[in-house]
């Protein structure tokens, strides 16, 4: 049974930093494209970031520059480190094991900008 699990997430002021960790139990973990997206109430779930398997990042125009995306194939992890948080990103961010194969989402971890 595959589990994404999130961590990472709390409230802080803007202009903060926050780092989201993703851990996996896949095999194959390098094998795979990760991504975190993040949903907000009202509005759709959204991409922030993907990592392929060769380490290849794709990243929100709304984020580039502030979120950088890695990962970690021997902890089978993946992270998401925000930094210069706006009250924009308030959100619930997700993981997502992406293709090849069926997609996982882990169950979220809620992330507040605020003062």
């Known amino acids: 049974q595959v589990q994404l699990v999130e961590s990472g997430g709390g409230l802080v002021q803007p202009g903060g930093s926050l780092r989201l960790s993703c851990a996996a139990s896949l095999s194959f973990f390098s094998a795979y494209t990760m991504g975190w997206y993040r949903q907000s109430p009202g509005k759709q779930r959204e991409l922030v970031a993907d990592?392929?398997?060769?380490?290849?990042?794709n990243y929100a125009d709304s984020v580039k520059g502030r979120f950088t995306i890695t990962r970690d194939n021997a902890k089978k992890t993946v992270y998401l480190q925000m930094n210069n948080l706006k009250p924009d990103d308030t959100a619930v961010y997700y993981c997502?094991?992406?293709?090849?194969?069926?997609?996982?989402w882990g169950q979220g971890t809620q992330v507040t900008v605020s003062s």
């Open positions: 990592i392929t398997s060769t380490g290849s990042t």
């Open positions: 997502k094991k992406d293709r090849p194969g069926p997609e996982y």
